[in-house]
C-alpha cells in the first residue's frame, strides 16, 4: 500500500477516472459461431437462412466484420405476417397471468444469459445493459397479469409492426415489444443493421421462455423498405419519418429518438458539481440515445467550464462507427471553430483511426449546424443565458425534443421550466398506463375498417387545378348543400380556401393559452352550458339533421340525446383526470402531467355530424385545446373553436401544411410524420356505429388523443 499512488477521495473525486473495461466478448462471438456468422429472419420460433438472399455487412469500431444479416424478401415477408396472425391467436387466447409468467421468465433468461446479451448489444451504437431490460420486463408483466382488472374494456390490437432506424437504441425497441406483448398483440418487428443481432437474440430467448411461435416474429433488412411492405399488409398495425411517408394512409405511430436534440439546462441555482457530473454522464459515458446540448446561465459559465475541465481530462476516447462518421464529426467541430468556438477536449489520445476524444464546444451560437442538428459522436455543444425565460427558449430551440434535464435546487423554478417545454418528439405516448393505449382498442365498439393508401402524386397535391395549371384556392364563393335525394338545397355554404384556414389558426392560436390556464372547473362549466343550450334546442336541431342526412325524426332526435350526453361526459372529465405521481426505479419523485396538445385540426365525417362533432370537438376543447374543424356548414364564430366549411380536400391540405396545427390524411401523414394523427373513420361502409355506443373505452381513447403526457422526475439524493 505504502508504494502505490496517493490518491486521496478528493483527487479521485476530482478525475472522475472510468473504471475497467468489461468482459471479453467471448459468449456473443460463440454465439456467433452458432449462427455461422449469417443472421437471418426468426420466424415461427425458427431461424431462416436461405442461399439466395441477400446480405448486409456489420462491422465494429474497427472496422472488422461482425456478421452478415440476411435482407428478407416478398417471400419472407408473407410467412412472417401469417405467422404472426396465427401467433396472434394462440398469444391472446392465453390468460394474463400466463402472458405475465412467460415475461417473467423471459426476465430471468436475461439473467442467465446477461452476458452474452450485454456483448451482443455492445454491437449497437447506443447499447443497453441486460438489467435495465430485467426491469422493463418486470415493469410489464406485472401490466399483464392486471390488464383485464385495470383496462376491463379494451382488447389487443392484434399484429403489431414495429420498426426501429439503424441507430434506435435497443431499450426503445423493447420499450415498443414488451408493451405491445403484456398487452396480448403479436409482434412482428423490424429492427435496424445495428439492432438486428440484438433483436434476434432476444426473440431466440423469448421462444425459450414459452413464448407461442409466431407471437413474435423479426424480420431483418431495409428498414424503411421492408418496413413499409409490411405497413400495408391490411393485417398488420405499424408503430417510423421516412416509413410514415412510405405507408402514407396507414395508421402508423412514431416515436422519435436519436434524431432528438434535448437541452440540458443549468441554471445559477443549481449545484454547479453534481450538474457537471450529469452532463458528462449523459453526453459521454452512457451510450447516447439522443444528442445534448448545454445550456448554462452566465453567472456560473466560469464555475462549469472549470469543473468541465477537470472533470474530462481522464475521459478515454469514444469508438465511432466508420470513416463517414468520423469525418463528420472532424467537420462539424472545425466548423464550431471557424464560427468562434473553443473545445475543452479529452487527454487521452485514440486508439486507432476511428476512436474520437470527447469534446465540448464552447460559446457556439444557437444558429450553429452543431446545435441545431448535431451529428452522431462525443460532442457536447456549449452556450451560455442571461435569464431564466431566456434559458427555456433557448432549450426549445430544436424541433424534435424527446426529453430536457432541468439543473436548479429551485423547485418552483424546476417545475415551470419543466411545463414550458413540448416539441414534436413523435405522435405516440410511450411507458406507464397511458403507454399502453397504442396497442389496445375499445373492446365494445367496432373497429374502423383498414383503408388502403391512395395513388397520390405528393408533388402535385395542395393546389387546385385550373385552367392547365396549378393555382391556389381563392375564397368568396358558395358551395351548395342538397338534401340526400338531391332534389332540393338545403343551403349555400362559404367555400372556405387556404387564407380562411389561416384566420382560423390565428384565431384559435390567440385565444388557446388562455384557455388552457382556466381552471378545469371553469371549463367544465362552459361545456355543461353547451349541452344545455343543446338541449333547449332540441326539436330544431333533430329537425335539421334529418333534413341532412335523409334520417326519421326518431333517429335525428336519439342523435342529438346521445350529443348531450356526451357534451357531459367530456365537462364531468375536466375535473377527474388530472394526472398522477407513478413509482420510480430510483430515489425521487415523478410526476405524470396530462397537457393540452395546442391547436387541433379536425375533420368530421359526413355521417352523425353533431354526434361525431360534440365526441372531438367536446375532447379536445376539455383538455385545453383549441379546435379548427372542417365540415359543410356552421355560424359558430372564431375564437377557441373555428368551424370552416368548405371542399374537404382542399381544406384538409391547408390544415396539414400549418405549422401550428398539432392533430388533425393520408397526406399530412406523409407531410408531416412528427404530427399527432388519428385516423378513424377511413375506407367505405358505414361509420355511424362508431360514434353511437358511449362505453368507457371510447372515450378513454378519445381523450387520449386530445391529450398528451409529459412525465417529470425530481431526483433526490
Known amino acids: 500500500m505504502a508504494d502505490g ?35 437471418g429472419p426468426l420466424i415461427h420460433g425458427r431461424f431462416t437462412a436461405p442461399d439466395d438472399r441477400w446480405t448486409r455487412s456489420l462491422k465494429d469500431a474497427k472496422g472488422d466484420s461482425v456478421c452478415s444479416v440476411l435482407c428478407a424478401v416478398e417471400e419472407d415477408i408473407s410467412q412472417g405476417v401469417s405467422s404472426s396472425a396465427s401467433g396472434f391467436l394462440s398469444w391472446s387466447a392465453l390468460s394474463c397471468h400466463q402472458r405475465a ?6 426476465a430471468s433468461a436475461l439473467g442467465q444469459y446477461g452476458p452474452c446479451v450485454a456483448e451482443v448489444s455492445d454491437l449497437s451504437p447506443a447499447s443497453c445493459p441486460p438489467a435495465s431490460l430485467v426491469r422493463l420486463a418486470q415493469y410489464y408483466s ?11 374494456h379494451w382488447s389487443p390490437l392484434g399484429v403489431v409492426e414495429v420498426v426501429v432506424s439503424d441507430d434506435c437504441p435497443l431499450y426503445f425497441l423493447m420499450l415498443k415489444v414488451l408493451p405491445a406483448l403484456a398487452m396480448g398483440n403479436s409482434v412482428l418487428v423490424v429492427p435496424g443493421l445495428s439492432t438486428a443481432p440484438s433483436a434476434l437474440l432476444l426473440a431466440q430467448l423469448f421462444t425459450e421462455a414459452g413464448l407461442p411461435a409466431g407471437a413474435l416474429n423479426v424480420l431483418t433488412g431495409n428498414v424503411v423498405s ?23 394512409g396507414v395508421s402508423v405511430s412514431m416515436s422519435c429518438s436519436t434524431r432528438a436534440v434535448c437541452p440540458f439546462i443549468v441554471f445559477e441555482s443549481a449545484d454547479v458539481d453534481s450538474a457537471v457530473d450529469g452532463a458528462i454522464e449523459a453526453a459521454f459515458e452512457k451510450r447516447k440515445e439522443v444528442q445534448w446540448v448545454l445550456y448554462v446561465q452566465e453567472s456560473v459559465m466560469d464555475s462549469v467550464v472549470a469543473r468541465l475541465r477537470l472533470r474530462m481530462a481522464g475521459l478515454q476516447c469514444e469508438a465511432l462507427r466508420d470513416e463517414a462518421e468520423h469525418s463528420l464529426v472532424e467537420a462539424a467541430v472545425l466548423g464550431a471553430q471557424q464560427q468562434g468556438a473553443t473545445l475543452i477536449q479529452a487527454g487521452g489520445p485514440p486508439a486507432t483511426g476511428l476512436q474520437y476524444p470527447p469534446t465540448v464546444l464552447c460559446g457556439v451560437a444557437p444558429s450553429s449546424p452543431c446545435v441545431s442538428c448535431p451529428t452522431p459522436g462525443p460532442l457536447l455543444p456549449l452556450l451560455a443565458f442571461r435569464s431564466h425565460a431566456e434559458g427555456v427558449t433557448l432549450g426549445n430551440h430544436s424541433p424534435h425534443g424527446h426529453a430536457a434535464s432541468i439543473w436548479t435546487e429551485d423547485l418552483t423554478l424546476a417545475l415551470e421550466a419543466a411545463k414550458s417545454g413540448h416539441k414534436d418528439s413523435g405522435s405516440c405516448t410511450d411507458g406507464g398506463q397511458e403507454g399502453l393505449y397504442q396497442f389496445l382498442q375499445p373492446s365494445s365498439s367496432p373497429s374502423p375498417p383498414r383503408s388502403s393508401p391512395a395513388s397520390l ?28 335525394d338531391g332534389a332540393s338545397v338545403l343551403a ?33 362549466q362552459s361545456l355543461y352550458s353547451l349541452a344545455k343550450g343543446l338541449e333547449a334546442k332540441r326539436q330544431e336541431m333533430a329537425a335539421s339533421i334529418s333534413a341532412q342526412t335523409g334520417l326519421s325524426l326518431d333517429e335525428a332526435d336519439q342523435e342529438v340525446e346521445l350529443s348531450v350526453g356526451r357534451l357531459t361526459d367530456w365537462a364531468a372529465r375536466c375535473t377527474q383526470v388530472q394526472g398522477g405521481a407513478p413509482a420510480v426505479p430510483q430515489a425521487g419523485s415523478a410526476l405524470s402531467l396530462p397537457e393540452a396538445l395546442g391547436v387541433v385540426g379536425v375533420i368530421l365525417p359526413d355521417n352523425k355530424p353533431l354526434l361525431s362533432l360534440v365526441t372531438l370537438l367536446g ?7 383549441a379546435v379548427v374543424m372542417v365540415l359543410q356548414a356552421s355560424d359558430l364564430p372564431a375564437g377557441l373553436v373555428n368551424i370552416i366549411s368548405g371542399a374537404r380536400d382542399q381544406l384538409t391540405v391547408a390544415l396539414a401544411n400549418h405549422n401550428v396545427i398539432k392533430a388533425g390524411c393520408q397526406y399530412l401523414q406523409h407531410t408531416a410524420p412528427f404530427k399527432t394523427l388519428w385516423l378513424h373513420g377511413q375506407g367505405s361502409g358505414d361509420q355511424g356505429s362508431f360514434w353511437a355506443p358511449a362505453s368507457p373505452a371510447l372515450l378513454e381513447e378519445t381523450w387520449q388523443q386530445a391529450t398528451q403526457w409529459k412525465s417529470i422526475w425530481i431526483p433526490t439524493a
Open 457 to 484: 402524386d405528393y408533388n402535385q397535391f395542395g393546389s387546385q387545378f385550373v385552367g392547365g395549371k396549378s393555382c391556389k384556392s381563392q375564397s368568396g364563393g358558395s358551395v351548395v348543400v342538397q338534401a340526400p
Open 101 to 106: 409468467t412467460v415475461l417473467l421468465k423471459w
Open 226 to 248: 421492408l418496413g413499409a411492405a409490411v405497413a400495408c399488409n391490411p393485417t398488420v398495425r405499424s408503430d417510423g419519418a421516412e416509413l410514415c411517408r412510405a405507408a402514407a
Open 619 to 625: 375532447a379536445a376543447v376539455a383538455m385545453g385545446n
Open 5 to 39: 499512488p496517493s490518491n486521496t477521495v478528493f483527487d479521485i473525486f476530482l478525475s472522475m477516472e472510468s473504471g475497467p473495461t468489461g468482459p471479453s466478448a467471448a459468449t456473443s462471438q460463440a454465439w456467433l459461431e452458432s449462427r455461422s456468422r449469417a443472421l
Open 492 to 524: 349555400y355554404c362559404p367555400d372556405g380556401g387556404r387564407k380562411d384556414v389561416r384566420n382560423a389558426v390565428e384565431a384559435a392560436s390567440k385565444v388557446q393559452p388562455g384557455w388552457m390556464k382556466k381552471a378545469p372547473s371553469a371549463r367544465a
Open 142 to 152: 406485472s401490466w399483464a397479469q392486471l390488464r383485464d382488472t385495470l383496462l376491463p
